[in-house]
């Protein structure tokens, strides 16, 4: 048994989703947000790695999947993106998990079948996947799916599969990066 922590990073919430893989079988543990509110930017950092450390800690996932940086309009908000996603891989790494990351294109072509799925699609195909009784918040949903979609890349890459393209295997501790 496998589990999987999603992370859906963002400067003023960060949607977490942690699913249980058993086999071909995907269980839903938790799934939810931190919300860091309007203060200080470094002091937000700070609770972002302490938010996840301490759900790390208390779910014990094995592997952390986080979606990566795409591009923005703005700069600012970029930097800032990659910065709540740096908080978020330190809390992982800190607490000895491999880190794997995917784009939002490969998540939601993953889990809806099409690689520019609106957010409501995702949260719905969430809710369907994994039994919920509704659908979960936007930024929970798409931590999930992206926890999901390590584990869809994880059952193709069993012994004799092939990566998916554009995939490769990095040299640190055996993650999959994209390329």
Same mark, same amino acid.
């Given at each position: 048994?496998?589990?999987?922590? $999603? ?12 699913? =249980?893989? @058993? ?14 509110? @309007? $203060? ?9 790695? =302490? ?5 790390? !800690?208390?779910?014990?996932? @094995?592997?952390?999947?986080? =979606? ?13 993106? $990659? ?15 491999? &880190? ?17 799925? !609106? ?8 809710? &369907?996947?994994? !039994? ?5 918040? =936007? ?20 012994? $004799? ?19």
């Amino acid at each position: 048994m496998t589990r999987i922590i $999603g992370v859906d990073p963002g400067s003023r919430k960060t949607g977490f989703g942690i699913i =249980e893989l @058993d086999g071909k079988q995907i269980k839903h543990v938790v799934s939810g947000r931190l919300l860091v509110g @309007d $203060g200080d930017f470094s002091g937000r950092l700070k609770q972002i790695f =302490e938010g996840l450390t301490e759900l790390i !800690q208390r779910y014990q996932p @094995d592997i952390m999947a986080v =979606e990566q940086v795409f591009l923005h309009k703005n700069a600012d908000s970029a930097l800032k993106l $990659g910065q709540a996603r740096g908080a978020a891989i330190c809390a992982a790494v800190s607490q000895q998990l491999q &880190v794997h990351e995917y784009s939002a294109t490969q998540i939601k072509k993953s889990v809806v079948g099409n690689g520019h799925a !609106q957010k409501e699609q995702v949260q719905y195909m969430m809710s &369907v996947m994994l !039994q919920l009784k509704e659908a979960p918040l =936007e930024d929970a949903a798409d931590a999930l799916a992206c926890a999901i979609t390590h584990a869809n890349y994880s059952a193709l890459n069993g012994p $004799g599969n092939k990566l998916p393209a554009g995939m490769r295997v990095s040299r640190r501790r055996g993650g999959r990066y994209n390329r």
